[in-house]
């Protein structure tokens, strides 16, 4: 950055100086970007964070090693993230886990839509919305 006028001590180019060294904060919880100059940003895509993921390749992983389902995958997009789980890839999804952060405080962020598109279950915490996943004992008699 050039200084103008020779001057190197302006109180307005100082700041300037100090938030162009200062980088973009962001946090690992929330889709949330702050700028330097601490005003939120909306994030160019919605994304699952780690938490998130772990909690559903969890399902995945015991519906895998059951032989119901055998590939998946993700998408993130602007308006919101899906995670699609197939039966086999040339099919279309057996279902779709979506994140919907505009959804957070009517219906909730997270639900779950079968093959139909009907949504099976909504919330607002994922692991109770992945709840439907699991399997329901049977009374035998």
Known sequence: ??????SRGSRRENVIL???????ASSGTSNTIVSSTGNPVKPSQISFNRQELSAILRIYGFKVADGEWRDYAIDHLADYAVFSVFRRASEQPLYRIIKNPRLARKQGSYYVLGQNGA???RGHELVQV???FEKQLKLIE
């Open 119 to 121: 949504v099976l279950r």
């Open 1 to 6: 950055m050039s200084l103008t006028n020779g």
């Open 130 to 132: 992945l709840k439907v």
């Open 18 to 24: 100090l938030a162009e060294k200062r980088p973009l």
